[in-house]
C-alpha cells in the first residue's frame, strides 16, 4: 500500500446537502431550493446525491418524488435506518437507490435501540431482504463504526458484501479519528475484506477534510461530503475542499466543475442561513485577499507566492486590502488602478496616513476612503512642505 | 510522499506516546490574528486578549510586530508590562534594526522571520539561498547577544527544497537558535507529509521545532497534530483560527483534539473557551459560525428524532466531551427531523405531558409547520400549537 492516489481510477463522491446537511439543527431546506441544489450539484458533475429521507413524512416524500422526476445525470439516494417499514417509504417515492444506516458499536446498539448485536444483525437482514424484494440498491452504513469492536464491525461488513451490498459506509459519527487513526482501520479492514468502502466524517474536532483523504489512501473509493460542510452539528468533509485538495495536494482531478463552487456555497448559505465565514477554505472571500505588506507585495510581484491556485477557478476574485499592515507596494499597486502614479516617498506618505486611519476605524479602507486619504494629501502638500516618512 | 510505504512507516512511528511537557502552545491571535485583512484590534483590546491567553494557559503570546512602530509598539510594551506567566514573543524579519525594536519592546523572546523556499527566495526577496543564511547568522547571533528565546522562521517551508531546510535548520541551530518554526505558508501540506518533512528535520538536525499551519484545504488542525506526532513540540494557534486567507490552525480546536483523541491533555482552562472565542470574535469582528467545532453554538443543540432522543438518554452516545466542558449548553429544539420522541421530551421540559398518539399527531403539524417556516420552531410555538391542537382534539371529541 502506497501513498500515492494519483493512479486511483474513480474517488466517488456522495453528497449529504440535502439529507445530513438539512438534519443540522434548525436547518429547513424548501422543495424549491432542493430541486435547485439538485440541478447545482448535478451541473458540475456531483456523481451521487443523497436528496432526503423518505420515512419522515408526506412532504419530504413529495419533494423527493419531484426531485427524482428531473431525471439528473447523478445517482439519487434515499435514507433510512435498517427497519423493514422503511424500504416501503423509499419505493413509494420512486427511488432505485438507499442507504441503509445502522448503528454498530455496543453504546448505540445499547442506548439507541436498546437492543443486542444479534438484533442489529438480523434487523439488517431483515431491511436488506426487503430491499431486494423491491429491487433496491443499497449501501450499508455502520454509524459510530469507530468505537464498534473491529471484529463486529467487520461481520457486519461480511453481511453486507454477502447480501449484495452496492459500498460500505464508516461512519465517523463522533470525530473520533485522526488521519493517522483512519488511515490504519481504512487499510485494516480492507486488507482483510475486499469490498468498495465510503468515509462518512465529521468535523468535531477540525479534521473532517484531512481524515477524508486519509482514508481514500488507504484504499476508500467515496466520500461523503456537503456544500460548506454543512450537517449536524460540526456537520461533515466540505465538498470544495475535498475536491481541491484531491486537485491540488494530491494530484487527483475528479473532474468537476470548480467554476461554479462560490455559486454554489452562496446558494446553500442562503437556503440554508448560515452565512459562509469569509474565512471559509476555498470558498470564503477573504482566501484570496491580502492586506499584509510582505504577502501583498508577495502577490504582487507573482501570485504563486502566496497562492496555489488561481482566485477565478472557484468563482472568486483577488482583492489588495489596504489597512493597518499594508505597505508601500500595495500603495503603489492600488493608486495605479485609480490610474495615478505615485512616487515612493509620496506612497510612503500615503501609507502612513493610510495606517493610522486604518487604526483609528478599526478595519481597512474602502477605495474611496483611500481617494480621500489622497485628496487629504494633496492639501496638505500644497499648504506645507513636509518631511518624508521612514521607509519600513 | 512517493512511494513511501505508510503502513510500515507511519504504523510504527506515529505510536509513540506524546507527552504533555513535550507540547506548548505559541498563540499568535494578536500577530497573525491581526494580519488577516480587515481585522484591527485596538491596543485595550490586545491587552485584554494578552490577559485572558495567559489565564487559560498558553506558554507563549506572539504578541505583535515591533518593527511596525506606533500603536503596535505600544502595545507590545504594554503586553511586556503585564509581567504575565506566559512568555512574550515578538515577531521580526531577519534584520537587526527590527530585533532592536523588539528588545525596545521588553519581549524575553524573537520569532525571526525568511523565506527558505526558492520560489520566495526568487519572487519575493530576489536573493539567493546563501543570502538567506547569511540573515539567518547575521540575525540569530545578534538576538543572542540579548539573551533572548529565538525561534527561526522558515516560511513556505512546505515548498522548500528539503535538503536546503535541513541546511537551513542547521544553520539556525549552529548559531543558537532555540526552534525553528515550521511555517506551511500556503496551507498546502497533508497530515502524511507533514509527518514526514518534520520527522526527517527533528531525527538529522535535533532542534525544537514549532508548526505553524494555514487552513486553506481544511486541514491545519490534522497539520497540527501531524506535527506534534513527528516530534514537533511547538504549536502556533490563534483563537477561532483568525489568521491570514482560511486561517490558522485554531487553538481551542487542537487543544480538545490532543485531549480527547490523543490522550494528552494540555491542562488549559477549557471553561474559558467560550468567554475567549466571543471576545476575540467581537473584536475581531468576525462571529463564530454555530457549527464551528468546539466553541459554536450549534454544537450541543439537537434537532434530528434519532440523534437527540438518543443522545438525551446518554450524551457520551454522540458526544466525546460534554458541552459544560467548553462553556456551552446542551439543547433540544424541534424542527422537520424532529419526531414523536424528540417533541414528547420538548413538551415534558414544557410542562406538558402527552400522550403517543397525540405526540405522532402533533409531530406531523410541527413538521409541516417548520417546513413552511423553513426553521426550528419556538417554544412558545411548541406550545401554541399543542394548546391549539389539544384544543382541536377536544372539540372533536366533543361532538
Redesign the interface.
Known amino acids: 500500500m502506497t501513498a500515492e492516489l494519483k493512479d486511483k481510477k474513480f474517488i466517488n463522491i456522495i453528497d449529504t446537502t440535502m439529507r445530513n446537511g438539512e438534519q443540522a439543527a434548525g436547518v429547513v431546506f424548501s422543495k424549491h431550493e432542493k430541486l435547485r441544489i439538485t440541478k447545482l450539484l448535478d451541473e458540475i458533475g456531483v456523481p451521487e446525491i443523497e436528496i432526503g429521507t423518505p420515512s419522515i413524512g408526506e412532504i419530504e416524500k413529495d419533494i423527493i418524488r419531484e426531485i427524482v422526476a428531473t431525471k439528473p445525470k447523478a445517482k439519487l439516494f434515499t435514507y433510512c435506518e435498517a427497519f423493514p417499514e422503511n424500504i416501503a417509504h423509499a419505493v413509494d417515492c420512486g427511488i432505485k437507490n438507499i442507504i441503509i444506516n445502522i448503528s454498530t458499536s455496543d453504546l448505540h446498539i445499547k442506548v439507541k435501540y436498546g437492543k443486542n448485536r444479534t438484533w442489529a444483525l438480523n434487523q439488517l437482514r431483515e431491511t436488506i431482504s426487503e430491499a431486494k424484494h423491491s429491487d433496491l440498491d443499497f449501501i450499508i452504513s455502520a454509524e459510530d463504526a469507530t468505537r464498534t469492536d473491529l471484529e463486529f464491525l467487520l461481520k457486519v461488513l461480511y453481511l453486507a458484501q454477502k447480501r449484495g451490498a452496492y459500498r460500505f459506509r464508516i461512519c465517523d459519527t463522533v470525530s473520533r479519528l485522526d488521519p493517522f487513526r483512519t488511515f490504519m482501520l481504512i487499510s485494516t479492514i480492507l486488507n482483510t475484506v475486499d469490498f468498495p468502502v465510503e468515509v462518512y466524517n465529521h468535523n468535531d474536532f477540525g479534521m473532517a477534510s484531512a481524515n477524508a483523504l486519509a482514508s481514500l489512501r488507504a484504499g476508500a473509493v467515496s466520500l461523503v461530503t456537503s456544500i460548506n460542510g454543512i450537517g449536524e452539528g460540526t456537520g461533515n468533509a466540505a465538498f470544495e475542499e475535498i475536491v481541491m485538495a484531491l486537485k491540488y495536494i494530491e494530484e487527483v482531478d475528479l473532474g468537476i466543475d470548480t467554476s461554479k463552487f462560490r455559486e454554489i456555497s452562496e446558494y446553500v448559505a442562503k437556503a440554508s442561513a448560515r452565512a459562509i465565514p469569509v474565512w471559509k477554505a476555498i470558498v470564503g472571500t477573504n482566501v484570496f485577499a491580502h492586506e499584509s505588506g510582505i504577502h501583498a507585495d508577495g502577490v504582487l510581484k507573482n501570485p504563486r507566492n502566496y497562492e496555489v491556485f488561481e482566485p477565478g477557478e472557484v468563482g472568486l476574485t483577488r482583492q489588495l486590502v489596504v489597512g493597518k499592515h499594508s505597505g508601500s507596494h500595495t500603495i503603489l499597486h492600488k493608486f495605479k488602478e485609480f490610474g495615478i502614479d505615485l512616487t515612493s516617498n509620496e506612497a510612503n506618505e500615503l501609507l502612513a496616513m493610510s495606517r493610522a486611519m486604518s487604526v483609528d476605524l478599526k478595519r481597512p479602507l474602502f477605495d474611496k476612503e483611500l481617494m480621500y486619504v489622497y485628496k487629504d494629501f494633496l492639501e496638505k502638500k500644497k499648504s506645507a512642505k513636509h518631511v518624508a516618512a521612514p521607509d519600513d | ?7 510500515t512507516d ?2 510504527k512511528k ?1 505510536g509513540t506516546k506524546l507527552e504533555p511537557k513535550n507540547i506548548k502552545i505559541d498563540d499568535t491571535t494578536l500577530r497573525d490574528g ?5 481585522v ?3 491596543n485595550d483590546e490586545k491587552i485584554h486578549i494578552a490577559k485572558m491567553l495567559d489565564k487559560v494557559g498558553v506558554h507563549q503570546i506572539e504578541a505583535g510586530i515591533p ?6 509598539k505600544d502595545a507590545i510594551k504594554a503586553i511586556t508590562a503585564l509581567n504575565l506567566n506566559c512568555s512574550i514573543l515578538g515577531w521580526n524579519r531577519a534584520v537587526v534594526s527590527d530585533i532592536d525594536d523588539s528588545i525596545e519592546c521588553g519581549v524575553d523572546a524573537v520569532a525571526i522571520s525568511i523565506s527558505s523556499s526558492d ?2 527566495i526568487e ?2 526577496l530576489r536573493k539567493s539561498r546563501e543570502w538567506v543564511l547569511d540573515s539567518v547568522r547575521t540575525s540569530v547571533d545578534y538576538a543572542k547577544k540579548y539573551n533572548l528565546y529565538v525561534s527561526v522562521n522558515a516560511e513556505d517551508a512546505s515548498r522548500s527544497d528539503m535538503e536546503f531546510l535541513l541546511q537551513f535548520a542547521r544553520t539556525a541551530k549552529e548559531v543558537g537558535a532555540d526552534r525553528m518554526r515550521y511555517c506551511d ?9 507533514t ?1 514526514m518533512r518534520v520527522r526527517t528535520i527533528v531525527e538529522i538536525i535535533g532542534i525544537d521545532i514549532e508548526m505553524h499551519t494555514h ?9 497540527a ?2 506535527g506534534i ?1 513527528a516530534g514537533a513540540t511547538y504549536v502556533n494557534t490563534t483563537i477561532n ?7 490558522n ?2 487553538f481551542e ?1 487542537f487543544v ?2 490532543l485531549k ?3 490522550n494528552v491533555d494540555l491542562g488549559m482552562d477549557t471553561h474559558l473557551f467560550k468567554e475567549l472565542s466571543e471576545y476575540v470574535a467581537a473584536a475581531s ?3 463564530i ?6 466553541v ?1 453554538s ?2 450541543f ?4 428524532e ?2 437527540a432522543s ?1 443522545v438525551f ?2 450524551p ?5 466531551f460534554g458541552p459544560q466542558d467548553v462553556g456551552l449548553e446542551r439543547k433540544l ?1 424541534i ?3 424532529s ?1 414523536v420522541n424528540t417533541l414528547t421530551l420538548k413538551l415534558k421540559d414544557l410542562g406538558y405531558i402527552i400522550n403517543e398518539k397525540d405526540a405522532f399527531e402533533l409531530s ?1 403539524i410541527i ?2 409547520k ?2 413552511a ?4 420552531l419556538f417554544d412558545s410555538e411548541i406550545v401554541d400549537t399543542y394548546k391549539s391542537y389539544k384544543g382541536d382534539t377536544k372539540s372533536k371529541g366533543g361532538k
Open positions: 510522499m512517493k512511494g513511501l510505504n505508510l503502513l507511519f504504523s506515529t491581526e494580519q488577516t485583512a480587515g484591527v484590534f485596538a518593527t511596525m512602530g506606533g500603536d503596535e520560489i520566495h519572487h519575493k505558508t500556503l496551507g498546502i501540506l497533508d497530515p502524511f507529509e509527518f487552513n486553506d484545504f481544511g486541514m491545519a488542525i490534522a497539520n497534530i501531524a506526532k483560527g483568525l489568521g491570514e486567507r482560511a486561517g490552525a485554531s480546536e480538545m483534539a480527547y483523541l490523543e469582528g468576525r462571529f459560525p454555530a457549527w464551528k467545532p468546539v459554536g450549534n454544537l443543540v439537537y434537532e434530528s434519532i440523534r438518543t438518554k446518554n457520551a452516545t454522540f458526544e466525546l429544539i424542527g422537520k427531523s419526531g406531523e413538521r409541516d417548520s417546513l417556516l423553513k426553521r426550528a
